[in-house]
């Protein structure tokens, strides 16, 4: 299919906005060396200061994304982060024949001109939220088949979930050659339903939300997912003209639209982003600030960082400041334990990197992970830095080593976009120098992450194999 613009042709490094966002015209001469899975290479052991800029939220990027072919006419997406995981996703919208452009820092999708409702397998099996099209294609043009998705490697992840609520919508949907064929066989589109969810699914309730957007009729579904990309999902779902309720709730009412009309929507803040450089701040023992963030998203984790001894402040509405610096402080931040849940309890994402946290602490902290079944493979990279963390199944025991025993840099291995990033945290607390690979795991969650680091202090140096030290790609979205 010809193609006007995809970013996956080009061997840009994954950590610069200008690889999705760049006019197309300054596209046309890709770098010659292919860039090799990159290293980060920390000089860790020293304290952050100043202030960090949060990206817009992947996890509602995605379904956003997603939720453009929904509409007719085009949709003007503004904060989009520019990762990995967006431009997969925005390859596969492009191999739906989607047509992509930046204009003065935002991106606009038109999906009037599709020509198939297949997306490229190969791309959806790189991340979980190509796999939310099923959907919106579904629901939009009667016919779907996609491949089955990737993701982190944390747990099984099916996809029943997925699969009733569209058969519950009217759908015949089967799974063949390890791809979901789904169709509407009465010619005239999926038909409102009420059902719940066994459990609260984030990716289902999106995929089934963008789907009764557009089916005959009513739904309603229960038991589901509370998380606030779902409301901000409903929030871009609405401006198109969308008739959604609840969302924020574990009840969704959703009256069907014939059609929705593309609009312009801002993404909202990164809260897992924020959550990651509070946990920066504290495992460095840090003074720092950061901006936009949304309070009410983060209580879970902020309720914790205050009671092992953080102080922090609001500055403003959006601003936040965060110190563990041992003066404010006492001698050291407490452990704590904390047990994951959907929103508006701790979030599994931010599991990994309060291990590392808590391997810092003072005291014996308990972590039990419920969300996922196989979210601790950092554990052993973890240990290698000297954390002492004993691991029964879902439970992990960490046994706080206090800041009179630091822990000591290492070469570890990411093989997870938030494991891996407990490993970068790790880096910049350990003292001595820090070796990670795997760090492509990283870039799919984490927008201009050395940069933004080497913004707040820490000494962090991207390498690739093939050319050493990485080109420092310092272009801003707004400066596109
Ligand atoms: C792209 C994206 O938004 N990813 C997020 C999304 O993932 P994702 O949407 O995949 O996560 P889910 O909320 O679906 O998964 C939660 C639990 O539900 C189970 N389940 C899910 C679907 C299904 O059909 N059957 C089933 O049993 C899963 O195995 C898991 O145990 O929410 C997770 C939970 O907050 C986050 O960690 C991910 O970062
Ligand atoms: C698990 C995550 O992403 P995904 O669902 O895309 O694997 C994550 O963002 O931590």
Excluded: W
């Excluded at 099984?156 to 509407?184: F, M, N, S």
Aim: charged share 15%.
């Amino acid at each position: 299919m010809a193609s006007k613009f995809n970013p996956l042709r080009y061997d840009l490094p994954p950590n610069t906005r200008a690889c999705l966002f760049q006019d197309p015209k300054q596209l046309s001469s890709p770098p010659k060396t292919p860039i090799q899975d990159p290293k980060l290479i920390i000089n860790g052991g020293s304290t952050l200061s100043g202030h960090v800029s949060i990206s817009g939220s992947k996890n509602s990027a995605l379904p956003i994304l997603a939720a453009t072919l929904c509409c007719s006419g085009s949709s003007n997406l503004k904060n989009v982060p520019c990762l990995s995981d967006t431009r997969t996703m925005a390859s596969i919208l492009e191999s739906l024949g989607a047509q992509l452009m930046t204009f003065n820092g935002e991106i606009v999708v038109n999906t009037d001109g599709l020509l198939s409702v297949e997306p490229d397998s190969a791309e959806i099996r790189k991340l979980r939220g190509g796999f939310f099209v099923l959907g919106p294609l579904l629901a939009r043009f009667g016919e779907a088949t996609v491949g089955l998705p990737g993701g982190c490697d944390i747990g099984t992840r099916p996809i029943d979930l997925y699969i009733h609520g569209l058969q519950a919508l009217g759908a015949t949907v089967e799974l063949r050659d390890g791809k979901v064929q789904a169709h509407v066989s009465n010619g005239k589109g999926l038909t409102g339903a009420s059902f719940g969810l066994d459990c609260p699914s984030v990716g289902a309730t999106e995929t089934l939300m963008m789907a009764a957007c557009l089916a005959e009729g009513n739904t309603v579904i229960s038991n589901a997912a509370q998380e606030p990309e779902i409301i901000d999902l409903a929030g871009f779902l609405t401006n198109c003209g969308a008739a959604v309720e609840g969302a924020g709730t574990d009840t969704l009412y959703i009256s069907g639209r014939r059609r929705l009309y593309g609009s312009e929507y801002s993404i909202m803040p990164d809260r897992i982003e924020a959550g990651t450089y509070m946990l920066a701040a504290a495992i460095t023992r840090s003074h720092i600030s950061m901006s936009p963030v949304i309070y009410s998203n983060l209580t879970s984790l902020l309720d914790k960082l205050s009671r092992a001894g953080c102080k922090i402040l609001h500055l403003s509405d959006d601003t936040l400041e965060l110190s563990a610096v041992p003066g404010a402080t006492g001698d050291n931040l407490q452990g704590f334990s904390i047990k994951t849940r959907p929103f508006p309890g701790f979030p599994t994402d931010l599991q990994p990197l309060t291990m590392a946290l808590l391997s810092t602490c003072k005291g014996i902290s308990v972590i039990e992970e419920t969300v996922f079944e196989n979210r601790m493979s950092h554990v052993t990279e973890l240990q290698k830095f000297g954390a002492k963390i004993q691991v029964c199944g879902s439970t992990a025991l960490v046994f706080g080593k206090g800041n009179a025993s630091p822990l000591c840099g290492s070469q570890v291995i990411a093989t997870d976009l938030r494991g891996g990033m407990s490993l970068v945290l790790a880096g910049l607390a350990a003292e001595g120098c820090t070796e990670i690979s795997g760090i492509s795991h990283v870039d799919r969650g984490y927008e201009s992450l050395e940069m933004k680091l080497q913004g707040l202090g820490a000494n962090v140096t991207r390498m690739t194999s093939s050319s050493g030290p990485s080109q420092n790609f310092g272009i801003s979205f707004a400066s596109l």
